[in-house]
């Protein structure tokens, strides 16, 4: 019985083992970018019908866990391709010299002009208030109000454990810049709880335990598209929206170097960009003209978007961080 | 003679290798991040913040979990009751679920949005809110009642039926029988029992940080967190878990110091009729309905809005579950194989104190290793020889052993020594030593405490999340991960569905490994 159970467990964890190595190229990604539900099978099938080689996606936490895996590897990593980084991870993941430049001319639809030349950005996304607007008939318009709304409360995310957590954290310093302590002074009585999380943060809004939740622009979208439901809205903030703009980047010692540009490229292709709106549920990085859905079209102006530079974002955001913590542990 | 003085030192060889094998996961995981890592690391005024805040929500939660756990086992101990054992399973759910849809479970009772504030709501009362330390309070006697209950019952259970019937003929009074039968009893026990769950409590952050409100609620395990991931500084990581260790250890310490072992009874192996029932009869049902209402409440809501979505689980969620049962059953294998080798040797008669000491210290304390340490150091420690991603499963199932191991060793290690002083010196006289006294005389009177330890173990490791988060691979998705899957895409209906599939296999495990046990036993 045990010999079976231990043959069974070994057969269920190899699994991933039956294939050659050649032709095989190893991407990194986060977790929710594999899931069923996520973009990653439908891009390994249509990646896999004309690169002809093994496509494996492989999953290490979210965005932050993603770049410490990577880490942790350091220069024996088998990532040919890390997937899935945002702009505020850029700077540290090129500390590491473990990327190489992508050497490519971009043809990019993004709000802004995009400059890097190692990591290539394939979805986006603005940060933003989600609510019911069945419950909430009057949604603030910037943070200012949203602070004096005591009617209001609101759940958001760690900064230090979750990527939109520390979204807000860049938005708030991003507007107010030496003035953002008040806004989050403003802020602390209407903040709820903080999760770990998006996952929680969002569960917990949809059990009706906010009104407001921390999340993204398109979260709206999953809503009208997947459920017909028209009543979740993405409040639009006077001060303008920070960008999380997610990227790519190909690894320094991968031996698939061709593939893994191949893989770059048809990451920018017209194939991959129609599939990530409904199912990465972000914007995609290339205009699709009208294979997009209505629901995807910009609520905010290209002059709203708001977002550091990679070099600056490091540098803010540690002193963000102590300023944030040092309100809101009060 | 000879072939026992073997098998002595086999049974004690083992003990010795489970005890390597827990001090390499423990400490040799942290020694191999420490090595890892350059930079230097002092522990700033924040940090002492910190681990000032997590002893004291850790204490005042052991604390109410220990002495609500102890009337609650108490009062049903004392009445006896059609469904009971249903009941006293029951009561056990909450210890094994995830900790995400516990909090989820919690909130839709205790929350703004609740059931209590809707009930409450109509009569004037403003509404309560959940966010706060005693909202860390609450979820960790959530969490932790059960387990205080359940390990507290077998300690009634251990009591010779026959006290209670000298008690009744001697007239005893209820005082009387609480003095001079019960306090020996929990005395025993009790140190045990507040320790694990203070360091269960010691070790989780999701709760604190979730419940408690914000970032003033930190704990020690969010900040190897942060220090893992958001600053990858292993050093800082590394330190600040042997920080948490050494706290943990000192409690250990403190706890197996003060301890002391049962007396010598033995009994009969008869069924407990207690006469003093009619008495206290309200008291304890008004104790048993408020903790059951407290605790079952939450698994209601869980299991009505997971059945409203029952339609929504798939192919992916019953791998997952299969994925997730593999598992456990190798928990449940590695983990009761390094209990009763631990176990063999420290209810030995033959052992040193200072031996009994480390091995039992250690036991407990692996609860207070960060998970996140483990894995990362496994992971360091593994990367170079083979691809961890490749074996994610079975690294699990020996992780999630190594973290149930301090409650099969609570459940079990009581008993067997207790075996060990009421038969020990006879089996040594006639010579029954090693295996054939293993077989004979312990195995047969565990069967009890194995069964509820098998349970416990396997419904743990399925519940949790664990170390598949930092290794895992398409294939690997066990059942809470595709739960934080499903939720991280939107799939909110679907997640509460698989959770509520969770639910049901930990609790049907449990229930099964818990009958099995006790229909065996041929000493009832």
Request: neutral net charge.
């Amino acid at each position: 019985m045990i010999k079976n159970l231990t043959t069974l467990i070994f057969f269920l964890s190899t699994t991933t083992l039956c294939f050659g190595d050649n032709n095989v190229l190893k991407v990194y990604t986060y977790d929710s970018f594999i899931s069923e539900w996520g973009p990653g099978p439908a891009i390994e099938k249509s990646f896999e019908e004309t690169c002809q080689c093994d496509l494996q996606l492989i999953g290490a936490g979210d965005g932050a866990a993603l770049l410490a895996r990577v880490q942790l590897e350091g220069k024996q990593t088998e990532a040919d391709v890390v997937l899935g980084l945002d702009t505020n991870l850029t700077a540290r993941a090129k500390e590491t010299g473990l990327f190489t430049k992508h050497n490519k001319i971009l043809n990019l639809n993004l709000p802004i002009s995009w400059n890097d030349d190692t990591f290539i950005p394939f979805d986006w996304g603005y940060f933003s208030f989600v609510y019911n607007s069945e419950k909430v008939t009057s949604a603030p318009k910037n943070f200012i109000e949203l602070a004096k709304r005591s009617d209001l409360k609101i759940v958001i995310q760690d900064p230090r454990s979750s990527t939109p957590g520390l979204g807000l954290l860049m938005w708030v310093k991003a507007a107010y810049g030496d003035e953002a302590s008040k806004v989050w002074k403003g802020l602390a009585p209407n903040i709820l709880t903080v999760t770990r999380g998006w996952s929680e943060a969002y569960g917990l809004f949809m059990d009706g335990e906010a009104e407001l939740v921390l999340s993204y622009t398109t979260s709206p979208a999953y809503h009208i598209i997947a459920e017909n439901d028209l009543s979740k809205k993405a409040a639009i903030f006077e001060e303008g929206h920070y960008m999380q703009i997610e990227v790519a980047g190909k690894v320094l010692g991968t031996d698939q170097s061709d593939l893994a540009d191949e893989f770059l490229e048809f990451m920018i292709s017209d194939t991959f960009q129609s599939i990530i709106p409904t199912t990465n549920w972000m914007y995609p990085v290339i205009d699709l003209k009208s294979n997009l859905d209505k629901a995807f079209l910009s609520p905010v102006s290209k002059n709203k978007s708001l977002i550091f530079d990679a070099n600056t974002a490091q540098e803010v955001r540690d002193s963000a961080l102590s300023e944030w913590l040092e309100i809101l542990s009060k | 003679m000879v072939r026992n003085i073997k098998q002595i030192k086999i049974t004690s060889l083992l003990g010795w290798i489970s005890l390597i094998l827990l001090i390499l996961l423990t400490l040799g995981t942290l020694t191999v991040i420490l090595f890892h890592s350059h930079s230097d690391f002092e522990l700033t005024p924040t940090d002492f913040k910190v681990i000032k805040f997590t002893l004291y929500q850790a204490g005042i939660s052991a604390l109410i979990s220990s002495i609500l756990g102890m009337f609650l086992a108490r009062s049903l101990m004392r009445q006896s009751f059609v469904g009971k054992s249903v009941l006293i399973t029951i009561l056990g759910a909450p210890f094994i679920l995830p900790t995400v849809v516990a909090i989820l479970g919690l909130i839709s009772v205790f929350g703004r949005n609740g059931l209590l504030n809707s009930i409450l709501g109509p009569f004037g009362f403003k509404t309560l809110t959940i966010y706060g330390l005693h909202g860390i309070v609450i979820a960790n006697v959530f969490f932790n009642l059960p387990l205080v209950s359940r390990l507290l019952l077998q300690g009634w259970k251990t009591i010779p039926a026959e006290q209670f019937r000298l008690a009744e003929s001697l007239c005893f009074t209820h005082k009387n029988i609480f003095l001079l039968i019960e306090v020996p009893m929990l005395k025993s026990r009790m140190p045990g029992i507040f320790a694990v769950v203070f360091l269960i409590c010691i070790s989780s952050f999701a709760i604190a940080l979730t419940l408690g409100g914000g970032p003033k609620s930190t704990t020690i395990e969010l900040a190897i967190y942060q220090a893992f991931r958001f600053d990858f500084d292993l050093n800082k990581a590394a330190n600040l878990a042997i920080f948490q260790f050494i706290l943990c250890l000192a409690i250990t310490v403190i706890v197996l110091w003060k301890q002391q072992t049962e007396l010598f009874q033995v009994k009969f192996d008869r069924p407990i009729n207690r006469w003093d029932v009619d008495e206290k009869k309200l008291l304890d049902w008004i104790i048993i309905c408020i903790c059951s209402v407290f605790l079952i409440t939450p698994l209601v809501t869980i299991i009505a809005d997971g059945a409203l979505a029952i339609h929504l689980v798939n192919k992916g969620i019953l791998v997952a579950l299969l994925k997730s049962i593999s598992v456990a059953t190798g928990a449940v294998i590695i983990c009761l194989f390094i209990t009763i080798s631990l176990g063999n040797v420290i209810a030995s008669n033959h052992t040193r104190l200072g031996v009994k000491w480390l091995m039992e210290g250690t036991g407990y304390f692996v609860i207070a290793t960060s998970p996140l340490v483990i894995g990362t150091g496994l992971f360091i420690f593994l990367y170079p020889i083979l691809n961890p991603t490749k074996f994610v499963l079975p690294i699990t199932a020996l992780v999630n052993a190594i973290m149930a191991l301090p409650f099969s060793l609570r459940i079990i290690l009581p008993a067997m020594q207790k075996i060990n002083k009421d038969y020990g010196k006879l089996s040594d006289s006639i010579g029954l030593n090693g295996f054939h006294r293993f077989f004979k005389l312990t195995l047969p009177r565990l069967r009890n405490e194995i069964g509820f330890a098998s349970g416990l173990i396997a419904a743990l490791s399925i519940g949790d999340l664990g170390v598949v988060t930092l290794f895992s691979a398409p294939q690997s998705g066990t059942l809470p991960l595709t739960i934080y899957r499903l939720m991280g895409s939107y799939q909110m209906e679907a997640a509460k569905a698989a959770a509520f599939i969770l639910l049901i296999t930990c609790f049907s495990i449990f229930l099964l490994a818990d009958k099995l046990g006790k229909s065996n036993a041929s000493y009832k």
